[in-house]
């Protein structure tokens, strides 16, 4: 996976946008794209990822890091990445519980963890 | 490379899965390591087109250039190898004013260009070398100016041209114009037809079989190779045949460089071969799935013995030797963890004879799974990947 870092300029919260909300509370099942191969063979079912969002001038991009900061890959094509994208500027927060992992492929379940 | 084709929500139950994908989506993702310039060509609606954009640019590729369609379409599997249902129904779309007329074609020119076609809209391919997936309806891509040009065609797609692969080649070709024409089969691998000469593209095994989409990335891998890096015709459908079960096995985007896939065996897709389905067959659930695998068999050209032809349905059959029976299997399947004694003793008989043995267990929780612990069964927690390992094992050991 290329392109987006974290970024000191990332927006603030609004704080006129509430955290809570239905529409920010996704729950799905997914697999991982562009998986980092070192990262995801030390993944285990059952550990916890935390789901982080990171700009790159215009483009933000939604990733499962690991404990120590180590992106394992992205969540990207699914319908509702944008109201993803949407949420966690707005305030909420997602982690994703692994439930497959090997070198070449991790699939995680993520669910909202604030509001 | 421009990659061609339609943008759609794809479902699955069993693995659960959900994606924004269809063909073109999957392929300019599978590329967006081995040729980050890939441009995707496609049509999606407008609730997704932000997901879509933002989908292509997480993973390095270009802006995609979008046409919008008016409604959202699903295409839902109740396993990977089952028919999906399209949601609206075709008969259902509405007209729609925000999606051209058929009529309207939408011309694509670059170096290489991998077309599949669009539901919307007539393609019009002008490229230095061009791949098309052809359907049923192939007359919805059009040759431009094209230096040469490869077709694909699946098994699926056209399942009367599999009893002569050479006829199919030999009328298809010439109407097209076409260099090259590769027939894939359901089981993986195919057929590469170059000029005159024919060639065989081995299969190759996966530990898990996520169908869905694999033919995608078999042509996205193809454009690649002998698209873009003007790769030999055999060595590319190779190289993609591989990258093909690479996904299958692991769902994994984007596919990576060819350096880096796994150590894959090869096996022979048009090897014969016959299943023993091992079932407990009494109960409507128990039949269901007892008639979904025999489906599933037969849409792979595969024989099968089941619970029905032992009189294990209620139905009795008389002098049915189980023994004599397994003699001229490859291998057995065993669905429902084989929860009845028909079945364990089934199971007995084909370890007594070296068959290989593939449980469907979806629960790995359950007790029975520690039934076939220790007897060289292989455990398959999915529906799909257990008629595949089954399949590939037969395959692997001919009948006798």
Sequence with gaps: ?115 | MIVVGGTYIEECDWPEWTRLMGPGVRAALALSEVSPQTELYSYANDAVIEDLRRTMLTNGLATPQVRTRGEKVAYSYKHPLSYPRRTPKLEETPDDSAAPQLSESWSVKGDTVLAFRLQETKIVVSAKRAVFELSQQDEEIERGDIGKLALIAAENDFPQAAANVQDFAAQTMPAHNANLLIFRWQSGGGILFDGEMEHSIPAYVANEWFKIGTGNIFCAMFAHYWGEQNMDAMAAADLASRCSAYYAGSRALPIPVSQNLPDMEKFDPTADCKIFIASPCISMAQQWLVDEAIRTFEMLRIQTVTPYDLGLDGVSRKNVDVGRVLDGCSAVLVLAEGADLPSVLAVGLALVRKLPIVVLAEESREPRVSLWQGTDCEIARDFASAVYRAMVAGKRRPAG
């Design chain 1, 1 to 115: 996976m290329s392109g987006p870092k974290p970024d000191k300029n990332s927006p603030a919260r609004d704080p006129r946008r509430p955290v809570g909300g239905g529409d920010c509370d996704q729950r799905f099942r997914i697999d991982l794209m562009g998986v980092r191969s070192a990262q995801a063979a030390r993944l285990r079912p059952g550990d916890l990822l935390q789901v982080v969002l990171l700009y790159d001038g215009d483009l933000r991009a939604v990733v499962c890091q690991t404990d120590r900061a180590e992106t394992v890959g992205a969540l990207s094509a699914f319908p509702g990445l944008s109201q993803l994208i949407e949420c966690m500027e707005g305030g909420a927060t997602y982690s994703a519980i692994v439930e497959r992992s090997s070198p070449q492929a991790c699939g995680v379940f993520v669910s909202r963890s604030n509001g």
